[in-house]
């Protein structure tokens, strides 16, 4: 698996919070010149490092990174080229909800996949990448109002999945 996006991840969030390499080696166990390897990306984080780290620090860009590096790109990614300010996010998400909903009117979600034609087959395929869009473009926006709003990533997702099991929704 190729180097992935939790060094830069890393780098960004040492230097957002105003903390050095040697202090994420201290939270991580490791030599601070391995952080510098893991943020330069010559070196591939071990999962101790990944988890150490995010626990810490606690940031939603780290645990975005974190999954993905883990699962091989199969996460929503973290957008570095994109308007992050809350009210941009928050109408992306908007506008990409929409586009899920209209995707969703024209797919044949009600035919199994021996009964669809291939022109149902790709419009089924069109409300598969709109929903992946909708939840990258959420994932941002939980990002944005932890950060903005001093929330806890890690907290808000136990409080989350309290709720889902409170619901019967998972055991």
Not at 52 to 74: C, N, R
């Amino acid at each position: 698996m190729a180097i992935g996006q939790f060094g830069p991840a890393l780098g960004e969030v040492l230097k957002r919070k105003g903390k050095t390499r040697a202090e994420a080696g201290r939270v991580a166990h490791v030599d601070p010149t391995m952080i510098g390897k893991i943020v330069n990306g010559s070196r591939k984080p071990t999962q101790e490092v990944m988890r150490s780290a995010v626990t810490h620090y606690d940031d939603a860009q780290l645990y975005m990174a974190a999954a993905g590096e883990v699962t091989g790109g199969a996460f929503a990614p973290w957008l570095n080229n994109v308007d992050l300010h809350r009210a941009a996010v928050l109408m992306k998400s908007v506008e990409e909800l929409k586009e899920v909903l209209h995707a969703s009117g024209t797919a044949p979600i009600t035919k199994t996949n021996e009964q669809i034609t291939e022109s149902e087959r790709q419009q089924i395929k069109r409300l598969l990448m709109e929903t992946l869009e909708a939840i990258t473009a959420l994932m941002h926006l939980a990002a944005v109002l932890c950060r903005e709003y001093s929330f806890s990533w890690f907290g808000s997702w136990k409080e989350h999945r309290a709720d889902l099991k409170a619901k019967k929704y998972m055991k």
